[in-house]
């Protein structure tokens, strides 16, 4: 099983950023996915989810109304939009099943 993280880099305030997660060896379509984030110094913490169970979508109230979580079956992929970045969206996004979890992929806001 692998989940490959990918689309992060460096972006001023206010700008944007879609990150992908594809996925071998196991179907997104049948689990939960979801986006996590660590800052330095501070503990992972979710930032949006989608549930297995019903398919209803969960999103921290601190991304609320900026991100937005989506995953292609077809291409067994995951993607998280980030609008209206702020610095302190500055963290290692990991994407994950519950289960496996990729890589991390640096995202940096900073002007």
């Known amino acids: 099983v692998q989940l490959q993280a990918s689309g992060g880099g460096s972006v001023q305030p206010g700008g944007s950023l879609r990150l992908s997660c594809a996925a071998s060896?196991?179907?997104?379509?049948?689990?939960?996915i979801g986006w996590f984030r660590q800052a330095p110094g501070r503990e992972r913490e979710a930032v949006a989810c989608?549930?297995?169970?019903?398919?209803?979508?969960y999103v921290a109230d601190s991304v609320k109304g900026r991100f937005t979580i989506s995953r292609d079956n077809a291409k067994n992929t995951m993607y998280l939009q980030m609008n209206s970045l702020k610095p302190e969206d500055t963290a290692v996004y990991y994407c994950t099943t519950s289960v496996y979890w990729g890589q991390g992929t640096q995202v940096t806001v900073s002007s």
């Open positions: 060896g196991v179907s997104l379509g049948d689990n939960a």
């Open positions: 989608i549930s297995s169970v019903d398919g209803t979508t």
